[in-house]
Every structure is written in C-alpha cells, then in structure tokens.
C-alpha cells in the first residue's frame, strides 16, 4: 500500500457513516416538508429512496447504491442537488462533501453577509479597529473604533460600504500619488486573487466595469500579471485633536463562514499605541456615561 492511499478500514468506516448520515437526514424530512403528497400509511418516518431521489434529479438505482456505500462516484452538481433535496445546513452540505469526495465542497453562490454573534462579540471586545468582509470587498461587520477612527459603516447602503471600491476611489488615498498607486497595485492584485476563488464572479463583474470606468490605474493594474494571496500593509489616519496612527493591518479566515474575513489593525508604534489607546478611552467613556 502506498504512502497516500486510504487504508481498506477507514474507506469503510466513511462509507457506513455516510450510510447513516443519509438515513438520518431523510428520516427526519416528511412529504410535506418537500412538498410531496403523503400518499399511503407509512412505515418508517422520513422519505423514501425513491422520492429523494426523484427530487434530487438521478435514477432510484444510482441513490440507492450511493446509499448504500457502495464505490460509486457522484459528480459536484449531483451532491449538490442530494443536498438541497435534504434540505441540508451548511455545516452538513460541508460533512456530505467530505464523505463523498474526501474534500472540502465548492464555495457556496450566496455571499453569507451575516456576522454571527460570536464574530461580533470579539470584535468589539478588542481595543483595536477590526471589520469583517465578504468576498467581493463589502464591509459587514465593525467595531466602534473603526467608526471613531476610519469611517461610520452604519448608515451607508450595501454598495458604498464596498472598502474596495473606498480605498481605490476615496480622494483621501490620493494625495500621494506615489504611494497611492502602490497601494492600487497591492489591493488589485489581492482583488484578482479573490475574484478567481469566487463561485459568484457575476458580483464582481459589476464593480469591475465600474472601476474600469472611473479609475485608469485600476484599468492598468487589473490587466497585469501580478496576484497576491495575501494582504498586509501600513496605513494612516488622521483624528482631530488626536493626529496621525500608524496601523499595520491584515486579515484572517474567519472558519465558520466561508467568503468572510476578519480585518485588525493593529498600532504600527509604540506613540500610535498610545494615540489609540486615549480614543479607546474616550469611546468607552463616552458609551458608559
């Protein structure tokens, strides 16, 4: 047996935890819940092989042996439409993709725009600026010291909370001009890493032509060669009374929604630290009295 290959045991144990797994999530739908006549007296609660896979869209046959365990390959659309005929959560669509093919499913085409409770309840227990994205750019998530310190998300619509958009459009960014077109090159290049991972590239396409029309760098950027993987970058802003911090800034995979990002921005030294820890005194003044 080869180094990389599955031993006998464990490709069987998969195949009998699929058997259950599939059991169970037809067990716990019934006829209506599918939109399906109940039709006689059953026996056994749930659906039947032959009604899962007529919503499903394959042959009675097929299912059952994929069922069953038995070495049958089923393609990427083929899961897919078991797993909505089931009706299947997102966690469980990731376990059917992991017991079928022994991988990680396709990214899903909705971009998942909720911050959960737990996402939210970190960040704001930070004392740094922190934000989440989704996969074309679009803010969902922030704390109160990135409203005191960069920009007030709340009453913005959807499509100008796009940071990608803000960043390479904002007057601000441009003073420099040197520096300005450095940064363009980073985030576009980081911006195409993103678009060839996307399952919903029709989202990115409308911005796209947008920033085809309206910045010719982005024009020049987008049709070079150069993708990043990954972003990490030193940025300023300018606070009233308070002056320039310096932030060193990065993101992070958040696990339990695929597509999003958690962006902190952390202070570059030791005088932005302290900047920034007397604006983070002043809000928690500010929210407590």
């Known amino acids: 047996m080869g180094r990389c290959e599955q031993p006998v045991w464990s490709i069987m144990a998969q195949r009998e935890e699929l058997t259950r797994f599939m059991k169970a999530a037809r067990a716990r739908l019934s006829p209506a819940d599918v939109g399906l006549p109940a039709g006689e ?4 609660r749930g ?3 032959e009604e899962v896979a007529t919503l499903a869209g394959m042959s009675v046959t097929w299912y059952t042996w994929f069922e069953q365990g038995r070495d049958v390959q089923l393609s990427v659309p083929m899961i ?16 059917l993709f992991a017991l079928a093919q022994h991988r990680p499913p396709p990214l899903s085409s909705q971009l998942d725009e909720e911050v959960r409770p737990g996402t939210q309840a970190l960040i704001d227990a930070l004392n740094i600026p922190a934000l989440v994205i989704v996969e074309d750019w679009t803010v969902v998530g922030w704390n109160r010291l990135v409203q005191r310190v960069f920009r007030d998300y709340a009453p913005l619509p959807r499509a100008e909370r ?8 904002g007057q ?3 003073v420099d001009p040197e520096r300005y077109r450095e940064m363009a090159r980073r985030l576009t290049a980081r911006f195409k890493w993103d678009y060839s991972r996307t399952a919903s590239p029709e989202v990115f396409d409308v911005l796209i032509a947008e920033m085809r029309e309206s910045s010719e760098v982005f024009a020049q950027c987008w049709e070079a060669a150069e993708i990043r993987t990954h972003f990490e970058d030193v940025n300023t802003a300018a606070l009233p009374e308070v002056g320039q911090i310096s932030f060193h800034h990065t993101s992070y995979a958040i696990e339990e929604v695929p597509g999003q990002r958690l962006i902190l921005f952390a202070p570059a030294d030791a005088e932005s630290a302290e900047k920034l820890r007397r604006v983070a005194e002043e809000l928690r003044a500010e929210v407590a009295g």
């Open 41 to 44: 007296r059953r026996r056994t």
């Open 47 to 49: 659906l039947r092989r």
């Open 80 to 95: 897919e439409r078991l797993g909505r005929a089931l009706r299947l959560e997102p966690k469980e669509r990731e376990f």
């Open 162 to 169: 796009n940071l990608f958009r803000i960043l390479m459009l």
């Open 172 to 174: 601000q960014y441009r």
